[in-house]
């Protein structure tokens, strides 16, 4: 039997199950598989009619996780691109298992991979609080633009890996 011919409480049930299944594989201690963590609230203007985040939110989520991050390891944009450096996406990967609603609390969890000499990829998950019950896994890929060129990626990404 397919999901096509199922009917549709079933596969409701069948999701619902994997979707528990998903959450209570979800390590509790993210903070070794992660280089930055950052917390966040839902508000309720990020909502849409059923009550659950936009999904185009959960972008603005993780640029702002990245952003952060970046922050934090004293990576400031203004001075990139006064630099004549602009770091830029030019990829998106976001798959959404769950949704949040407002005013549930989450954490951002960051890493960032180097591709190659060009290429840096952001590994985002976004965990409810307060099980840790994964929302979404997003894999951004992004490079560093100069004169609207890509580059070799600068030393300051370079020593985050």
């Known amino acids: 039997m397919n999901w096509r011919s199922c009917p549709s409480s079933q596969i409701q049930i069948s999701l619902k199950k994997s979707r528990r299944v998903v959450a ?39 640029e702002h996780a990245r952003h952060d991050f970046l922050r934090t ?33 989450f954490i951002i969890g960051s890493r960032i991979l180097l591709e ?18 994964l929302i979404l896994n997003a894999r951004m890929t992004a490079i560093c633009l100069k004169k609207g060129r890509p580059v070799r990626l600068p030393w300051e990404f370079l020593k985050l890996v």
Request: charged fraction near 25%.
């Open 24 to 62: 209570r594989r979800i390590s509790l201690d993210v903070k070794n598989k992660y280089q930055h963590i950052i917390e966040l609230q839902v508000r309720d203007y990020e909502c849409d009619m059923q009550g659950i985040v936009n999904n185009a939110v959960y972008q603005n989520y993780l």
């Open 116 to 133: 190659n000499k060009v290429r840096m990829i952001f590994i985002q998950d976004i965990f409810g609080l307060p099980r840790n019950t």
């Open 73 to 105: 390891m004293n990576i400031d944009f203004v001075d990139l691109h006064k630099s004549g450096i602009d770091p830029v996406l030019i990829r998106s990967e976001i798959d959404y298992i769950y949704s949040l609603r407002s005013p549930e609390k």
